[in-house]
Nanobody, 125 residues
Framework: VQLQASGGGSAQAGGSLRLSCAAS????????MGWFRQAPGKEREFVAA????????SYADSVKGRFTISRDNAKNMVVLQMNSLKPEDTAVYYC???????????????????WGQGTLVTVSS
């Protein structure tokens, strides 16, 4: 599967952005999906994940209550809605896919097999 992330840009603190991850080459219903981010000089970290069917989600504590992950398997797309943005949310955001047959979200970076190219989010105070 190939992943293409989009929707990044600049926002003021307190604002919102909506990231999309469009998949091609396979149907994402076979994949657990996730979003990760990497700030300059830092490790890539988990942001949010969603199970294959979309019924289960998981969030990093730092974004819980502000970000929402969703998926539309028919459209082969995953969305990360980011509200109440903070300057510390500034990073390159990556979508990722893990081919597996279970039905739980995955938080570990090394469990994901496929990665998109990343989209930059910049939040100013």
């Amino acid at each position: 599967v190939q992943l293409q992330a989009s929707g990044g840009g600049s926002a003021q603190a307190g604002g919102s952005l909506r990231l999309s991850c469009a998949a091609s080459g396979d149907n994402i219903s076979r994949y657990a999906m996730g979003w990760f981010r990497q700030a300059p000089g830092k490790e890539r970290e988990f942001v949010a994940a969603i199970s294959r069917g979309g019924g289960l989600t998981s969030y990093a504590d730092s974004v819980k209550g502000r970000f929402t992950i969703s998926r539309d398997n028919a459209k082969n797309m995953v969305v990360l809605q980011m509200n109440s943005l903070k300057p510390e949310d500034t990073a390159v955001y990556y979508c990722a896919a893990d081919l597996w047959f279970g039905n739980s979200p995955k938080r570990a970076r090394d469990e994901y097999d496929y990665w998109g190219q990343g989209t930059l989010v910049t939040v100013s105070s």
